[in-house]
């Protein structure tokens, strides 16, 4: 059967989702304090990255790596329930010192996966890995998905998002079209956004023609904007708040020794940024709203990541999600006409399924 593709469903919850355009930024830029003065920066960074003493030859050699980022919708940093709940957002994020290159590609958190749990496993969408098995799960589902590996990973809750954009001094965007959005009016063309701004621009969807996908070319918008304002006004001062920002919500495994080595060997990568998505289509599972992907979908997001950091690509063929498409198409899913989306064996969503 041809796979067919069109433009997903919105989903219902509004969710900050622009947190995981920002974390390359956050895990990539905020390295620059390094260059200047490391002592200055390094108490704040050493709040955000791992204390691990260890540098990896990776890094130190300067070759491309991948982050995973992830966007919690638990809590503020510090109260009982950080580190639990789902993740908001998913994104890889590869960067290749050589080519001066930055990649984002933006994950569905409504694709289906399977999970191991205790007495057997269970059908749920990606972003309930997260709160399943912790980041371990889901890199573990999002190397499955793609046929890749992830080298490290950052996590970033929601109190960071208007901080990060009143720490550059706020940025411009052009707008395509005019719309209001909680109290604010937004003109089309350019126009200068603070923090609070940004946030209610890059939420709104119901109004965009577009849908949830032109809430996230808006999203874009705001983070290559903070890049650029960084790149072009980039100081110590800007570099610490940044910091601090970053300090209040965000945790990555990337060690606090490479701080300097990701300025000196990294940082050149920020000229050049290059943003994809792994485009979903519509799928139901027990009356929930999913996001299948075609084999031809994620092949094409697999081919473009490796090729971002020099690797050959290979045909992915052996994933959960691949396997599940390729069952609910054989059962009559052709996500458009049909959008009921088959489980394997009677399977039923979030439902422990014995071995």
Do not use: C
């Not at 890094?59 to 109260?79: E, F, H, M, V």
């Not at 009559?332 to 071995?355: C, H, K, Q, R, W």
């Amino acid at each position: 059967m041809e796979e067919k593709t069109q433009p997903a469903k919105t989903p219902k919850k509004k969710k900050w989702r622009w947190l995981k355009w920002l974390l390359a930024l956050i895990v990539i830029a905020l390295a620059a304090g390094g260059g200047y003065e490391y002592y200055q920066v390094h108490q704040a960074a050493s709040k955000v990255f791992s204390n691990s003493e260890k540098v990896d030859k990776k890094l130190r050699q300067g070759k491309p790596i991948t982050i995973l980022t992830l966007g919690l919708d638990s809590g503020a940093l510090g109260r009982k329930n950080w580190g639990a709940g789902n993740t908001d957002s998913i994104e890889v994020i590869t960067v290749n010192p050589k080519k001066k290159t930055v990649r984002m590609t933006a994950i569905s958190r409504d694709i289906p996966i399977k999970v191991k749990v205790k007495g057997g496993y269970t059908y749920v969408k990606l972003n309930a890995a997260y709160s399943l098995g912790g980041v371990k799960e889901t890199k573990k589902q999002v190397e499955d998905l793609l046929g890749i590996k992830i080298d490290y990973y950052a996590s970033v809750n929601m109190g960071v998002l208007e901080k990060v954009v009143d720490a550059v001094g706020g940025v411009t965007v052009n707008n395509s079209f005019a719309f209001t959005y909680e109290g604010h009016h937004f003109k089309k063309g350019k126009q200068h956004l603070n923090g609070s701004q940004a946030l209610k621009y890059s939420r709104m969807r119901y109004d965009d023609p577009r849908g949830d996908y032109g809430r996230q070319y808006r999203q874009q918008q705001i983070l290559e904007a903070v890049i650029n304002k960084f790149k072009e006004n980039g100081s110590i001062t800007v570099a610490n708040k940044l910091l601090q920002a970053a300090g209040d919500g965000v945790r990555t495994d990337l060690p606090v020794k490479a701080v300097t080595t990701l300025y000196t060997k990294y940082s050149p990568a920020l000229s050049n940024v290059k943003i994809d998505h792994l485009q979903g289509i519509s799928a139901t599972i027990d009356g929930v709203s999913f996001q299948a992907v075609t084999p031809t979908e994620i092949n094409r997001v697999s081919k473009a990541i490796r090729k971002s950091i020099g690797e050959k690509p290979k045909h992915v063929t052996n994933t959960t999600e691949t396997r599940l498409y390729n069952y609910a198409v054989q059962n009559g899913y052709d996500g458009i006409n049909n959008l009921e989306f088959t489980l394997p064996n009677g399977a039923e969503y979030n439902t422990v399924v014995s071995n």
